[in-house]
């Protein structure tokens, strides 16, 4: 079954389609015990990603609370997510007190990160990228937490090689992807700590229809 339009119009058909649920999507939310919360839901990934498990729960007729979290700079954002069916908390996901006043989700999704600007606030990096995943395993110990991470953490390889694998060890360069190896040593403590079950995922090169490495080499091309 192809699930890919031959023409994405606007925005609101591409955020339509990221978010629409697959088969195994509903099937998923249909055998997963308790509510779904989303750490860092403002950013890139968190709104369609939220909104695919709202929509999976609704086509498996499933009745769960699903969460968003995240400082939301902006407020359209929040109504965005909130007019989803999605209920938000507003808050700094650094300060521990703010954190236990969150509901205990079975499943919590993190994709709270510090990229963009990393190199000019090397402290606030490792802060969010290391500290805050271990304030999180802390108090979401009986959780199912599905951590977002980055291939970063991998050695600089030769093309020729055809890329790093999962078993490489990580050689991170580079405070940035350093701390984001602190970030994942902290889920993998807390999950041995408390027994909490925790899945890391590698994201490499981003790639959507308004960012990412194909829009760049596209849009210089254009440009010359």
């Not at 050689?171 to 889920?187: D, I, N, V």
């Not at 925790?198 to 210089?220: F, Q």
Request: charged fraction near 25%; glycine fraction near 8%; charge should be negative.
């Amino acid at each position: 079954m192809n699930l890919y339009p031959d023409k994405i119009s606007d925005i609101a058909a591409l955020e339509d389609l990221l978010s629409l649920p697959t088969e195994a999507s509903v099937k998923m939310c249909s055998d997963l015990e308790g509510d779904i919360m989303f750490l860092g839901i403002g950013g890139k990934i968190g709104p369609t990603l939220a909104r695919m498990a709202k929509r999976a729960c609704d086509k498996a007729k499933v009745e769960k609370r699903i969460y968003g979290v995240s400082l939301f700079e902006s407020d359209q954002l929040r109504k965005q997510i909130e007019d989803m069916g999605i209920e938000t908390f507003h808050g700094d996901l650094l300060d521990m007190d703010f954190i236990k006043s969150l509901p205990k989700a079975k499943n919590v999704f993190f994709l709270a990160g510090m990229k963009f600007g990393s190199e000019e606030n090397i402290s606030l990096t490792w802060a969010v990228n290391s500290y805050m995943p271990a304030l999180v395993a802390d108090h979401f110990k009986e959780s199912n937490i599905v951590a977002f991470s980055t291939g970063c953490v991998y050695p600089l390889v030769a093309v020729e090689s055809g890329g790093s694998l999962e078993t490489d060890p990580p050689t991170p360069l580079g405070e940035y992807a350093q701390s984001c190896l602190g970030r994942e040593r902290m889920f993998e403590y807390g999950s041995k700590k408390h027994q909490t079950k925790v899945c890391l995922i590698r994201l490499n090169y981003s790639v959507e229809l308004r960012y990412g490495v194909l829009l760049d080499i596209a849009t210089k091309v254009k440009s010359r």
